[in-house]
């Protein structure tokens, strides 16, 4: 039997060891604990949340959108449509129409951005899954319907009915007239049934309406243009490497990807996550160095004991490998506990819910265990457990030996 694995698990479990240098090592051994398993459930946290944002804004996403480099508009039968049908790796693409007007129910109005949507991206099975009222329908014989977000409807306090077909007013700028005071005439209105409510993401909530793509366009004067181009790709892993080819392809317009699209947003979710995760990983690396005081005692402590091994013939490797190896086992043994015990929970929320949310767009907080993020947390408990079992053992020891 290995002599220092022998006399280091005697010194840590023992029961005629116990006294307060045990303790105090229990005490070490339980602060990893609770840092590596707190580390574990607050990642494991940020990534359901950012789940969840991805989720909510990356439902109806496409893989890249097209805008133009200068002026807000791409006309019918610009070149960069037959570019786009040229590139195989191009599922299909889309036009949008996205204006700003104003909205009339009886007395109440409101501003709003409404989006004119082509049929190849509106799939009335996929957007029922976020509608609140009505059937996502966009016509009713030929005649177009308008979405609203429940934000919108709620300041319009338009209620819906299957059976009655109320109008809504909406009010645009005309192209073709030149805007003025005295000139009120350069104000369109046309009416359109409000055909029901949908929830996608606050921001689109209280912002945003939803139209036909052929409706958008005769309201919006748009001659079958649009404002910008969504693409769908057959293979999104190579979102990135088709994206410069459309770049290097047309100089003249701006190629984004669904999250350059969001760029605040992700980055802001993805800062607090680091953020947090920076402070949590020094509070775990002050935790692990509490092992430090704890095998400095021990060995201060048994200082008879250290003399005695030298007089039955151990040497100073052997001597240091003792301490050495009950700091990595309270290390270890703390750091592994913990994450197994902060997965444990997790699960436990993944499963059972226990953790609600109130007055929020979901009911419980989201949770993603993702591996690559245990591995990294493995990672920092190896290292800091590794160094602050070895600095003691090092430096008191030879200083022991010495005098």
């Known amino acids: 039997m290995n002599i220092s694995n022998f006399i280091s698990k005697r010194y840590l479990f023992a029961k005629k060891s116990r006294n307060i240098i045990n303790l105090i090592s229990l005490i070490s051994l339980f602060g990893l604990l609770v840092s590596a398993a707190s580390l574990v459930v607050i990642l494991s946290g940020f990534n359901g949340i950012q789940k969840y944002v991805e989720d909510v804004y990356g439902k109806f996403s496409a893989s890249i959108y097209v805008y133009p480099l200068s002026g807000k508009f791409i006309a019918e039968h610009d070149s960069i449509f037959s570019v786009i049908k040229l590139n195989n790796q191009v599922k299909y693409y889309s036009k949008v129409i996205e204006e700003t007007a104003m909205l009339k129910f009886e007395n109440k109005w409101v501003t709003a951005t409404i989006k004119g949507v082509d049929s190849n991206t509106y799939n009335k099975k996929t957007w029922s899954l976020n509608l609140i009222e009505g059937n996502g329908e966009l016509y009713i014989e030929n005649f177009p319907k308008i979405l609203l977000g429940y934000g919108l409807q709620n300041e319009l306090q338009i209620p819906y009915n299957e059976n ?154 052997t001597i240091k490998n003792i301490f050495f190896k009950e700091g990595l086992m309270i290390s270890y043994l703390g750091s ?9 929970i997790c699960f436990i929320q993944m499963k059972f819910h226990l953790l609600k949310l109130e007055n929020a767009a979901i009911e419980y907080w989201p949770v993603l265990i993702k591996p690559q993020d245990l591995l990294l947390l493995l990672a920092i408990l190896f290292i800091t457990g590794l160094v602050a079992a070895y600095l003691p053992g090092k430096i008191l020891v030879d200083k022991l030996l010495k005098s």
């Open 164 to 317: 009655i077909n109320n109008e809504i007013k909406i009010f645009s700028i005309s192209n073709k007239k030149q805007l003025s005071i005295q000139n009120q005439s350069s104000l369109k209105k046309n009416n359109l049934i409000f055909g029901g409510v949908y929830s996608i993401n606050p921001e689109l909530d209280f912002s945003s309406a939803m139209v036909d793509y052929k409706a958008a366009n005769q309201i919006f004067e748009r001659q079958n243009g649009a404002n910008y181009l969504e693409i769908f790709l057959k293979d999104n892993k190579n979102i990135f490497t088709i994206k410069k080819v459309l770049e290097a392809q047309n100089p003249d317009y701006i190629f984004k990807t669904h999250k350059e699209n969001n760029q605040l947003i992700y980055a802001a979710s993805d800062a607090e996550k680091w953020m947090v995760l920076a402070v949590l990983i020094f509070v775990l690396i002050l935790s692990s160095f509490t092992v430090v005081s704890s095998i400095t005692m021990l060995i201060i402590d048994k200082k008879k004991d250290i003399k005695s091994l030298i007089a039955l013939g151990c040497n100073t490797k």
């Open 336 to 344: 592994i506990s913990g994450l197994i015990i902060g997965t444990i």
